[in-house]
């Protein structure tokens, strides 16, 4: 199983960026998906999940109304779209899924929120 990450990068605050996470090696549309981050000196949090149906989707209070977490399954990819971004919404973000009880993460990509 692989996760790879990509899209971030340096944007102002109010501004937005899409994540993006190509994952292989396992059935895709069997898997929940999921997207955390850790900024500097903190743990890591949970950010939001996606169901494998996509029919579900959890956020952390912090980002509810700002970002939306999808999936497609044709192209094996979930996706973060990041609007009215805030420097506190710097960190490195990083994909996740379980499979077989193994959590799996990508290398994560660093997304910047400053003027």
């Known amino acids: 199983v692989q996760v790879v990450e990509s899209g971030g990068g340096l944007v102002q605050p109010g501004g937005s960026l899409r994540l993006s996470c190509a994952a292989s090696g396992l059935p895709f549309s069997r898997y929940a998906m999921s997207w955390d981050r850790q900024a500097p000196g903190k743990e890591r949090e949970f950010v939001a999940g996606v169901s494998s149906t996509g029919r579900e989707e959890t956020y952390v209070d912090s980002v509810s109304g700002r970002f939306t977490i999808s999936r497609d399954d044709a192209k094996n990819t979930v996706y973060l779209q990041m609007n009215s971004l805030k420097p506190e919404d710097t960190a490195v973000y990083y994909c996740?899924?379980?499979?077989?009880?193994?959590?799996?993460w990508g290398q994560g990509t660093q997304v910047t929120v400053s003027s």
């Open positions: 996740k899924t379980t499979v077989g009880g193994y959590d799996y």
